[in-house]
């Protein structure tokens, strides 16, 4: 089987790199790894966010503004081909604070940001009155909220579905329960995996999530990437609630009242403990009091992939060229710049992004 390009890893981040890459007529295998793997896409919070995003990296800032721009066309398409409403919102999203000392240095920093991207970063304060009036179930504690107008949410599940459908109509091969175990490359690159298949393709995409921190360096990258807990809670699904998302909870398209996440160093541990899920309760009854009388159905933890600034990486091996490696905390917030955008940068086409601050090159040699 030889491809234009394999993918390795049938996350978010793997389908929507697959989807944007047939889209322009490539031949397009993806490796999906088995039920053990840990799997970010099926754990995620499911916010399209662009607030903090690149408080010290404007770049960031921007590239999350462009594929947040790019969301409803791309959600458009996906649901109209598919028949999967991806359940996006985009009306903006909170930040909400239960201090004015926390809102205010917020503030201050978004303001710094904002200069640096030349005003474009549409935020507006919000006092605890006039939160009020957007979020009426708002909880007396909050002090206020940052209203930024280019954030939004989504259906992470119902994306998934939606893109391993578009991706199979569109011609794209995904083998599931595939562990890859090494690359080679001669005049192709050869994938080989546990189960004793080879894969071949003229380049490869590394997007395994947390598989990266074995594989890269098997392929001439760095890969400092290493795996942050988030615990996540939701309710039984309520009547209207929450009219906007925020970092603390979010309604989501089915009714439930998601709350999360948690952010813990515990190495490869995904499982959910009663002190986090107390926490997360906690906080979400401060900020929505009426959720004390909510039934929560379900709880889950998951693991994030963070690079040591937490931003993406996206880098072309110095040692295997033609691979490359395609990383991010954000795959459902990049989904939509992996889809439409990230393809031209793997084809160096004229329409390339310039990605050069997420390279490898800013990590010091260990």
Known sequence: ????????????????????????GLRVTVLDGDDGSFRASRGNFGLVWVQSKGMNQPRYAQWSQESAAAWADFANELGDVTGRDVGLAQ???????????????????YNVLKENLGGNYPFEVLGHNALRREEPAI?????????????????????????????????????????VTDVEKTDLFCIRCSDGSDIRSRKVVLSAGLGAITLGPMMGFKAPIRPQRGQVLITEKLPKLINRPSLIARQVDEGGIQIGATNEEV?????????????????????????????????WGALRILSPDGLPIYQESPTMPGAYLVTCH?????????????????????????????SEDRFAVS
């Open 1 to 24: 089987m030889t491809s234009d390009y394999a993918i390795i890893g049938g996350g978010i981040v793997g389908l929507s790199t697959a989807w944007g890459l047939l889209k322009r």
């Open 330 to 358: 954000s795959g459902i917030t990049l989904a939509a710049a992996h889809a439409r955008f990230l393809p031209d940068w793997l084809e160096a086409s004229e329409a390339a992004p310039n990605l050069e601050v997420f």
């Open 267 to 299: 190495g490869l541990d995904d499982h959910v403990t009663q002190p986090g899920l107390s926490g997360l309760a906690a906080e979400a009854v401060a900020a929505f009091p009426a959720l004390a009388k909510a039934q929560l159905v379900r709880s």
């Open 91 to 109: 009306n903006g999203g909170y930040d909400l604070h239960f201090s004015e000392e926390s809102l205010e240095a917020t503030v201050a920093q």
């Open 139 to 179: 909880g007396p504690r909050v002090a206020g909220a940052i209203l930024h107008h280019q954030d939004g949410h989504a259906n992470p599940l119902k994306l998934l579905r939606a893109l391993a459908d578009d991706v199979r109509r569109l011609g794209g091969v995904i083998l599931n329960g595939k562990t």
